[in-house]
């Protein structure tokens, strides 16, 4: 019952560098998304997807992208770090109906230096 | 505007004592949920409880209650019996159905303090 898998849970990069971060679901769920959490300011939106290979912007897409080639896979990939995406960053996934709650996975604590 | 406040920073309450946190929306779709979270220490997303827009009455689970208040666009999380293992970071979350992209819109958090 694995429910959603991200990878890394904690990573460092330098600025300038590239990464992906891995979100995986095994519960047949449309709808996924990627957050950051930043101190102070709750969970905003990056990039969201209501199935494969659809996907879109949501409040905060700068700097990152993103790609649903699977139901199961919603990989968030940062393309030049910077400081200012030091954050912990949260995948979820859910049923696309208004009433269904969100399953998040465990976040992933991104530093960039 | 922001579409979800959440008004307390940080809220103190003794253990075994009910305790109400705020939540005010805003938005002009006229069918969404509601929605709160727990984050403890640890960091993890735990869902606690879902109003409907349409919903006649107010959701429970457990000692969780959402005070549903749609005209004054208010849903408050009520927690009764606070216990220790309740001090946590409480985020209210909003999904329109017809706009916003479906996603959830978050608060800024409520840092609970449960005390012996």
């Known amino acids: 019952n694995a429910g959603v898998t991200q990878t890394p849970k904690f990573q460092v990069l330098k600025t300038g560098q590239s990464m992906t971060l891995q979100c995986a679901q095994d519960?047949?769920?449309?709808?996924m998304s990627w957050y950051r959490q930043d101190p102070g300011m709750g969970l905003r939106l990056i990039h969201y997807?209501?199935?494969?290979?659809?996907?879109d912007q949501g409040e905060v897409p700068n700097g990152y992208n993103v790609s649903r080639s699977t139901t199961e896979d919603f990989p968030l990939r940062l393309l030049s770090a910077a400081p200012s995406q030091t954050s912990v960053y949260f995948c979820?996934?859910?049923?696309?109906?208004?009433?269904?709650?969100?399953?998040f996975g465990q976040g992933t604590r991104l530093t960039v230096v | 505007a922001q579409k979800i406040t959440q008004t307390q920073p940080g809220m103190f309450v003794q253990e075994k004592e009910a305790v109400t946190l705020d939540c005010t929306y805003d938005?002009?779709?006229?069918?969404?949920?509601l929605f709160w979270y727990k984050q403890p220490s640890s960091g993890e997303m735990i869902f606690l409880i879902y109003?409907?827009?349409?919903?006649?009455q107010n959701a429970t689970e457990g000692r969780y209650s959402l005070n549903f208040q749609k005209a004054r666009k208010s849903a408050n999380l009520v927690i009764s019996a606070s216990q220790l293992g309740d001090s946590a970071m409480y985020f209210c979350?909003?999904?329109?159905?017809?706009?916003?992209?479906?996603?959830?819109?978050f608060g800024s958090g409520t840092r609970l303090q449960v005390q012996p």
């Open positions: 979820a996934s859910s049923y696309t109906g208004g009433g269904t709650e969100a399953f």
């Open positions: 519960m047949n769920h449309e709808y």
């Open positions: 997807s209501v199935g494969a290979g659809i996907t």
């Open positions: 938005t002009s779709d006229p069918s969404y949920g």
């Open positions: 109003q409907g827009s349409y919903d006649q």
């Open positions: 979350a909003m999904r329109e159905v017809f706009t916003g992209r479906r996603a959830l819109t």
